[in-house]
């Protein structure tokens, strides 16, 4: 809208203060940054005028094809970046059908699962960064979940943690990750504050991610050359800090080089470690080298480059410059572009939300539940098990105190995130044999020694705030040792056996022996917790449709269905019978018409008093009988009370109440407290007075109901009664105790029985 | 040794080295025949390279990736560590410094 009053009233400058923009103001979502879209500064997301158009040129020289134009480069004009993905990174026999065909073609066969996957993959590999860029943007958002779904190269969707904590205490580690393998993540995943720590927490998220459930892979990313170290002496068993960029020069920034990287790359392998690169739209703008191009294009130049690099799998998609994304329009389609373009260079999608996107809970939530509803080989490229001050590499989209929402989600959508509901009684055993492990490791080693009430402060630990500072040098120095040691794996599993924790020094001599047979560094491989390998080679993706791919065994699907939280109707009534019998209801006589014109009868619903004792605000029916009685009471009115047991509506309860009454108003109430006033001429449907919202009701107001049915009866004007309304979701909180007592009502129905006069005793 | 030859008992009793944590060459050469098979040639690539690095120790594969950060190397350097590969039958490898030389001149990434 522009300012031109259009001939309304003129501004008031007190006007501009409006209640409503207050609120709106105070708002989380009006925390975040939002930035005016701007080429210049690479703050565009699909498209930016300086992206350049595709194009490919071959040459057949005397050394075979090579790549002689990029995207609008020609060879001399390379980057190391181009140069790379001209070298290794495109399939040259492909490459002239699949740059030729039109973009919107390309685009369709990513989701029409009629076109085998293989043919897609095919195709992709042919297609330039600016081409595939062009493709995928052509996507809606729902198209790029569909394409994703039949896309990502394994069939059984895997899920990632972050296991840090602020004092880098190699016990509450240990501990995490036990409570985070027990949830279900399949790679775990720890950092540092202190650069200096990392061997210890390496070892302790080694033995911790073994105790309970076998087979997860762990890794402690830290700088590249320090991390590989780490890795080659068996201490982690996969990586994926191995970053890349867009354009030369954050490359450059960032101290390595494609070519350097490629090495990298092939020494992980080298050692048996899984590998894959990060990369994530965002942080070329925040180098300030973005060269005007649109994120999407230099995310898909990074994504070339990976899989020209060698790498199974990219880790992007809300990485760490996801403010910067999120902060553009579009933004959140583009990082979900990222994981597609991962997919459809068959590369392993490790799917980003790992960075806080938003102060927004609807915002941060936006953005994940794409993911997990189309499904990537791993959701989260680390979920936050801990909490979030916590979180050593940056607060996650979700962190631990979002895991209860997680699971619900999962259920909710029947979709697998690949997490489960762990009993407390679990969680507390496995984070005590973790602790005690890691514990008695450290002593066996030298290492350092942890006392008991160290053991017991972590396993009921939420984080590193429950838990006393400690001896600050303790840990700093059991890293030293370690590398003054240079204790490898293979120390830590005698260790373990020597110290009587044979099952993690079997997990982790498994894990090691089967590292050596190499299956995990294929596309997207995890193992499952017998140690075999999930991959797109031994689990590949399937879908070709309803009906077909990944799908919920009967079991995964019970798993998912648990959540904690979810009771049976008995569970859900139990509380019922503590009050079974505060009050009787004795039968009198059927009931008759009345003739006391100040009579009111009140109408009780089947099960009130018999099976239903305690109303949804808590009050029991005896109390809410005294209130309404004793409201009619002051205003001169005599209570009469009728059982109606052949219905459990509470208008038709009110209704024939008001037609036994001798003044002809009636009130009708059932056991879970709903009530309201009638009156005998009216329809069933159209009362004078609703208490719909039972969970909300007080004494109070039952008696000014009871005093309002006597002012009807009297032909007074009856006094409103304000509930003030609510921000609580009455539906969410109350619908399944509510659904669960209206059953007891419809047991306790019985049809085509007349209403009974009844008196209450207490 | 083989897989099987991993055993608790044989780390308790110190059977177990570091060098022992190389893969075997021929695990990687038939992990590239997977992954070729599975239409991923980079990633066949990447094993075939490992596979020569799985013959080197770890300081000389630290050093080969430190070589080849930006500005670190000279072309003369860039050139030695070549041949030297070469020599060792790293041919992949040797390769890729050659490319990586080319290009770090064109582009001033050397030392």
């Known amino acids: 809208m522009d300012d031109d009053s259009g001939g309304l009233a003129e501004d008031r400058t007190a006007d501009l203060d409006q209640g409503r923009m207050r609120i709106l103001d105070a708002k989380p979502v009006n925390l975040d940054g939002f930035s005016v879209t701007n080429p210049d500064l690479g ?31 020609g060879a001399d004009q390379f980057d190391v970046i181009d140069e790379f993905i001209a070298l290794y990174g495109l399939d040259l ?125 762990a890794q402690c990313s830290i700088e590249e050359a320090l991390e590989l170290r780490l890795g080659l002496r068996g201490l982690t068993s996969y ?85 910067v994304v999120a902060s553009v329009p579009d933004g ?76 619900v989600l999962q259920r909710d959508w029947g979709v697998d995130g690949g997490l489960r509901t762990v009993p407390v009684e679990h969680l507390a055993r496995v984070r005590r044999r973790a602790a005690t492990a890691v514990q008695a490791v450290y002593r066996d080693l030298g290492l350092a020694d942890f006392d008991d009430e160290r053991v017991d402060a972590v396993v009921v630990a939420n984080g590193s705030r429950d838990l006393d500072p400690g001896d600050p040098k303790a840990v700093a120095e059991a890293a030293t040792a370690i590398e003054a040691k240079q204790l490898t794996v293979f120390d830590v599993i005698a260790s373990l056996k020597r110290t009587g924790y044979d ?37 590949p993706n399937d879908y070709r449709g309803p009906g077909t791919g990944y799908a919920l065994t009967a079991e ?8 904690r939280q979810a009771r049976t109707a008995e569970e859900l009534t139990a509380d019922q019978a503590e009050h079974h019998g505060h009050v009787g209801f004795d039968d009198v006589e059927i009931a008759r018409q009345g003739s006391d014109p100040r009579e009111v009868c009140i109408g009780l619903s089947p099960a009130l008093g018999r099976s239903v004792w305690l109303s949804l605000c808590g009050l029991t029916v005896g109390e809410v009988l005294r209130q309404i009685s004793a409201g009619l009471e002051e205003e001169g009115c005599v209570p009469r009370l009728v059982r109606v047991r052949s219905t459990i509506d509470v208008g038709m309860i009110g209704l024939t109440a008001a037609r036994l009454s001798g003044s002809g108003i009636g009130i009708g109430l059932q056991g879970k407290g709903t009530a309201l006033i009638h009156r005998r001429n009216l329809a069933p449907l159209a009362n004078l007075e609703l208490f719909s919202v039972a969970p909300l009701l007080t004494d109070r107001m039952y008696r000014e109901l009871g005093k309002n049915a006597a002012r009807h009866a009297k032909g007074m004007a009856p006094i409103p009664i304000f509930t003030g309304g609510t921000d609580e979701s009455i539906s969410a909180r109350y619908h399944a105790r509510a659904v669960a007592l209206v059953a007891l009502e419809r047991e306790a129905s019985e049809p085509g029985q007349p209403p009974m006069t009844v008196r209450m005793s207490r | 040794m083989k897989p099987e030859d991993f055993t608790v008992d044989a780390a308790v009793d110190g059977n177990l080295s570091l060098a022992d ?5 021929a695990t990687l050469a038939h992990q590239a025949v997977v992954a070729e098979e599975g239409g991923n040639p980079q990633l066949a690539e990447n094993f075939l390279r490992a596979a020569e690095l799985a013959l080197v120790d770890d300081e000389d594969v630290m050093g080969l990736y430190e070589a080849l950060r930006p500005h670190r190397s000279t072309a003369e350097e860039l050139e030695a560590l070549r041949v030297s590969l070469e020599t060792r039958g790293a041919a992949r490898c040797a390769e890729l410094v050659r490319q990586a030389a080319a290009a770090y001149a064109r582009r001033g990434l050397l030392r």
């Open chain 1, 43 to 73: 703050l565009v997301a699909m498209h930016s005028p300086f992206d350049p158009e595709p194009s490919l040129r071959i040459s057949d020289g005397p050394e075979g094809r090579r790549v002689v134009e990029l995207d609008g480069k």
């Open chain 1, 93 to 217: 026999d492909v490459a002239e059908e699949a740059m030729a065909m039109d973009d919107q073609a390309l685009a369709r066969m990513t989701v029409d699962f009629n076109v085998p996957r293989s043919e897609v993959v095919r195709l992709v590999a042919g297609l330039t960064p600016a081409k595939l860029a062009r493709v995928v943007a052509l996507l809606s958002p729902v198209e790029m979940q569909m394409a994703m779904t039949r896309m990502r190269a394994r069939r059984t969707p895997s899920n990632q943690a972050h296991v840090t904590n602020q004092l880098d205490d190699p016990l509450l580690i240990a501990a995490d990750a036990a409570s985070a393998v027990a949830y279900g993540f399949r790679e775990v995943e720890t950092t540092v504050p202190v650069l200096g720590d990392a061997p210890s927490n390496a070892v302790a998220l080694l033995i911790g991610s073994q105790v309970g459930v076998p087979g997860a892979m």
């Open chain 1, 239 to 323: 990586a994926e800090t191995i970053s890349l960029y867009g354009t030369e020069q954050v490359f450059v920034d960032g101290d390595d080089t494609p070519f350097s990287k490629a090495i990298l790359t092939s020494a992980y392998a080298s050692r048996g470690l899984k590998m894959r690169v990060t990369s994530g739209g965002g942080a070329e703008v925040l180098m300030g080298a973005a060269e005007k191009c649109s994120i999407l294009y230099l995310e898909s130049r990074c994504v070339s480059l990976a899989r020209a690099l060698g790498s199974q799998g990219v880790q992007n998609g809300g990485i760490d410059g996801v403010g």
């Open chain 1, 332 to 407: 959140m389609k583009e990082l979900l572009a990222e994981n597609l373009m991962v997919m459809l260079r068959d590369l392993e999608s490790c799917a980003g939300n790992d960075n806080l996107i938003s102060e927004s809970d609807v915002r941060r939530s936006a953005h994940t539940l794409p993911v997990l509803l189309a499904g990537a080989d791993f959701i989260f490229s680390g979920f936050g098990s801990i909490p979030r001050y916590d979180n050593a590499f940056a607060l996650s989209n979700f962190n631990s105190d979002d895991m209860d929402d997680f699971l």
């Open chain 1, 503 to 539: 099952a993690e020094a079997d997990a982790i001599m498994a894990l090691t022996r089967e590292r050596l047979r190499g299956d995990q560094l294929q596309t997207s491989a995890i193992f499952d917790d017998e140690f075999r390998v999930l991959s797109k080679i031994t689990d």
């Open chain 1, 556 to 563: 995964r699907r019970a798993e998912i269905d648990a959540i």
């Open chain 2, 21 to 25: 944590l190389r893969m075997d060459p």
